[in-house]
């Protein structure tokens, strides 16, 4: 079992930087590839990013390649999203989830996501 908390999101101006942050329960976080997805008004949940358990591999969408970076620190049971460079077409609602497969396929485990807002 895993319950994942997001926070951080808001609303920021085109070439902004938020730092989204999940907070992850569950004893078998640190065994888990985890990642984010976003949904956008009207279209489908889409994959941002993913982290290896180990946190020395990581994978993006080509959409947000070179802007956003995925970490974990597993002591402390959390994983990050640092997103600069923030566009208009970023703006979602963003979504912690675990286990990531490697086709980055999510997991059972879903956060209840936070509201990214990017104005032009």
């Known amino acids: 079992q895993l319950q994942l908390v997001e926070s951080g999101g808001g609303l920021v101006q085109a070439g902004g930087s938020l730092r989204l942050s999940c907070a992850a329960s569950?004893?078998?976080?640190?065994?888990?590839?985890m990642g984010w997805f976003r949904q956008a008004p009207g279209k489908e949940r889409e994959f941002v990013a993913r982290i290896s358990w180990s946190g020395t591999t990581t994978a993006y969408a080509e959409s947000v390649k070179g802007r956003f970076t995925i970490s974990r620190d597993n002591a402390k049971n959390m994983v990050y999203l640092q997103m600069n460079s923030l566009k208009p077409e970023d703006t979602a609602v963003y979504y912690c989830?675990?286990?990531?497969?490697?086709?980055?396929?999510?997991?059972?485990?879903w956060g209840q996501g936070t509201q990214v807002t990017v104005s032009s």
């Open positions: 569950g004893r078998t976080f640190s065994s888990y590839a």
């Open positions: 989830n675990g286990p990531v497969g490697m086709g980055w396929t999510p997991g059972n485990y």
